[in-house]
C-alpha cells in the first residue's frame, strides 16, 4: 500500500468527524430553539449524565437505573422530534460510516481497517495512477456482445473473436507481470474499438495485484515533458521510471517540431533500456506511425522480441460506423 495516500484517507476521515460534529450541534441549536419542549428533555438528559459523571468524581458509583432512566429521556425525545415532523434519530451522533463510527477501524480485540477505509484509498489510489475513480473499466465487466459477430473483410475472424482473443491476451499479460511476454505492447485501431478500456482493465488488474502502474494520455505526457524543460519538478522521471507506463490516445497530442519527437523516443528509448513495460495505445497503424514519429520510434515499438503489435479493427462502438 503507498503510505502517503492511506494517510490521507486518515486525515480525510478526521476532516469527516468534525464536519459532522458541527452537523450535530447546528442541529442541537436549531432544535434547542424551535422547541422548547425538546430542549428541557435535552437538559434532563445531560443534567443525568453531568451528575453522574461528578458523582464518579466523588468516589459514588454509578446509580444502577441510570441506563433505564437515560433511554427513558432518549425515547421521549426521539418521539417529540417524530411529532415535529424530524426523523427519530435528528439528535443522534452523525456518522459518515456507521460500521467504524469514522474512526477507520473495527473490531474490539483485533483492530481491522475498515471497508470504507479500504474504498477511499482505491479511490485515491485509482485517482493518482489516472484512473476515473468509480471506473467499471475491467475485464470482468468486458462484453463481446457489444462487437459483431459478422466476419471481418479480409478475416477468418469476426470482430467479437478477435477482441475476445485480444482481450484474453491483454488479461493474460497482466496477470502475469512482471513475467509477461512480451514486455511492451501496442494497441492499435480507430477510436471507439474499446482501446482504453483494455488498457484501464489492464492497470485495474495490476493495481489488483499491488503493481505500480501510471496511465496518461499522450497530451498530457507531452505536456508534463514541455513543463520539465522549464521546471524540473520530477514528473517527467516519475513517468520515466514507472515500473509500467500507460501512454494512451498516442497520435491524438499535437505535433511540435523538435519536442514531441525528441520526447517520445526519450520515453520509450529510455524505459527499454531499462527494461520497464510501457502499453501504448494508438488510432494509427503502424505505416502511421512511422509517418508521423520517424523509423526510429516506430522500430521500437514494432520489434516483435520486446514488443507486441496488437491490431484492432471493426465498427465503432459509440457510433456504429464502418
Ligand atoms: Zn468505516
Not at 57 to 76: F, I, K, N, T, Y
Not at 82 to 94: C, H, I, M, Q, T
Not at 189 to 205: I, P
Not at 266 to 295: D, F, G, H, K
Request: charged share 30%; glycine share 6%; hydrophobic share 35%.
Amino acid at each position: 500500500m503507498r503510505e502517503d495516500l492511506l494517510n490521507e484517507v486518515f486525515r480525510d476521515l478526521q476532516q469527516q468527524q468534525l464536519l459532522n460534529e458541527e452537523t450535530e450541534n447546528s442541529r442541537r441549536r436549531e432544535i434547542r430553539s424551535a422547541y422548547p419542549g425538546i430542549a428541557s428533555l435535552m437538559d434532563r438528559r445531560e443534567s443525568l449524565i453531568s451528575g453522574t459523571v461528578q458523582g464518579i468524581l466523588r468516589g459514588e458509583a454509578a446509580p444502577e437505573d441510570l441506563p433505564a432512566r437515560m433511554e427513558q429521556v432518549s425515547a421521549e425525545i426521539r418521539k417529540a422530534l417524530k411529532e415535529n415532523g424530524y426523523p427519530e434519530d435528528y439528535l443522534a451522533p452523525v456518522y459518515t460510516c456507521p460500521l467504524c463510527r469514522d474512526t477507520g477501524f473495527v473490531g474490539d480485540s483485533i483492530r481491522e481497517r475498515c471497508a470504507c477505509v479500504n474504498r477511499r484509498y482505491q479511490e485515491k489510489l485509482r485517482r493518482a495512477i489516472g484512473l476515473p475513480e468509480n471506473g467499471r473499466e475491467t475485464f470482468e465487466c468486458f462484453d463481446e456482445t457489444l462487437f459483431s459477430p459478422d466476419r471481418l473483410e479480409g478475416s477468418q475472424f469476426s470482430q467479437r473473436e478477435m477482441m475476445v482473443r485480444i482481450r484474453d491476451f491483454c488479461e493474460r499479460w497482466a496477470d502475469q507481470y512482471p513475467a509477461q511476454q512480451p514486455r511492451d505492447l501496442v494497441l492499435s485501431g480507430q477510436s471507439g474499438l474499446g482501446k482504453t478500456f483494455l488498457l484501464h482493465a489492464m492497470a485495474a488488474r495490476l493495481i489488483e495485484r499491488g503493481h505500480q502502474v501510471l496511465l496518461i494520455s499522450a497530451y498530457r505526457f507531452l505536456e508534463t515533458a514541455r513543463r520539465s524543460y522549464f521546471e524540473a519538478d520530477g514528473q517527467l522521471e516519475d513517468l520515466i521510471a514507472s515500473p509500467v507506463l500507460m501512454l494512451d490516445d498516442l497520435g491524438s497530442e499535437p505535433m511540435m517540431q523538435n519536442i514531441t519527437i525528441e520526447q517520445l523516443f526519450n520515453l520509450i528509448n529510455e524505459r527499454q533500456r531499462r527494461n520497464l513495460a510501457t502499453v501504448i495505445s494508438t488510432n494509427l497503424n503502424l505505416a502511421e506511425l512511422r509517418n508521423r514519429y520517424t523509423e526510429r520510434i516506430a522500430s521500437r515499438i514494432s520489434d516483435r522480441q520486446q514488443c507486441e503489435f496488437l491490431q484492432l479493427r471493426g465498427r465503432d462502438l459509440r457510433n456504429g460506423r464502418a
